[in-house]
């Protein structure tokens, strides 16, 4: 396990939430957030590098390095990485790993990777910065490498599992806007985004927690040309 500090004193608020974060969001998605992330397993490769961006503590980059790619881990949070740590410390592949503690902005290794992953990640900007965001992630991809996006779904279905769904994002997003300074916005439609960045979807998956709330969360796994 590689730690460059690269960026240290750039923490965000994400620190306060560290020790809790995986736990809740278990517990809040009824373990469908977790599912979500185990889903997307069949896209991490023996040596392949895979990038996962605002990783938090890890528990998706664990499933990647399980599988003998190599893991990048850029996240800002101290805390969070400190999560992260403890999850690969003594692994068999710990030498696979390694840890930015940087923005993501600051990570500049363009055409790097063969997978970049965002787990709940890209929900943490305002729109603006968002789209930024995704095509940033694009530029950091080999061509033909792939971008997964897993995330609360946009609402579908009918009137009624529309306004559960809307109202179950609106309640994480009070949470963590509260603790961590947030901001609020619309559930994103990540996949108007894709054309624009040369991104062409080949995968989607939908989970329901507690089996109520219809398409609650999505996966996407999009390809760059
Ligand atoms: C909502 S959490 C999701 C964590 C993780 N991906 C997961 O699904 O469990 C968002 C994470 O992104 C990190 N983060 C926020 N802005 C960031 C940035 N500009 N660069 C890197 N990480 C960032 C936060 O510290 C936080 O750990």
Redesign the pocket.
């Known amino acids: 396990m590689e730690l460059k500090a690269a960026s240290l004193g750039k923490d965000?608020n994400?620190d306060s939430t560290a020790w809790f974060?995986?736990k809740v969001?278990h517990f809040f998605s009824g373990g469908q957030?977790l599912a979500c992330k185990k889903s997307q397993v069949p896209h991490f490769k023996k040596d392949e590098k895979v990038l996962?961006?605002?990783?938090?503590?890890g528990?998706?980059a664990l499933l990647a390095v399980n599988k003998e790619s190599y893991v990048t881990i850029?996240?800002?949070?101290g805390k969070?990485i400190g999560q992260a740590v403890k999850k690969f410390k003594g692994h068999q592949f710990d030498s696979h790993l390694k840890i930015y503690h940087e923005?993501?902005?600051d990570h500049q290794l363009k055409g790097t990777y063969d997978v970049v992953v965002a787990?709940?990640?890209l929900n943490?900007f305002k729109e603006i910065d968002m789209s930024k965001a995704l095509a940033h992630l694009v530029s950091l991809l080999k061509p033909g490498g792939k971008l997964i996006i897993g995330d609360f779904s946009p609402p579908s279905g009918g009137v009624i599992n529309k306004f559960v769904q809307k109202t179950h994002f609106r309640l994480a997003s009070l949470f963590?806007n509260l603790l961590t300074n947030n901001p609020i916005h619309p559930i994103y439609q990540y996949q108007d985004y894709f054309k624009e960045n040369g991104l062409t979807l080949i995968e989607k998956n939908f989970f329901t927690p507690l089996g109520l709330i219809s398409d609650a969360y999505c996966s996407l796994i999009a390809v760059k040309d």
């Not at 850029?74 to 949070?77: G, I, R």
């Open positions: 965000n994400y974060y995986e969001a957030i996962f961006a605002g990783s938090g503590g528990e998706d850029v996240e800002l949070s969070m923005n993501i902005f787990n709940f990640f943490v963590f």
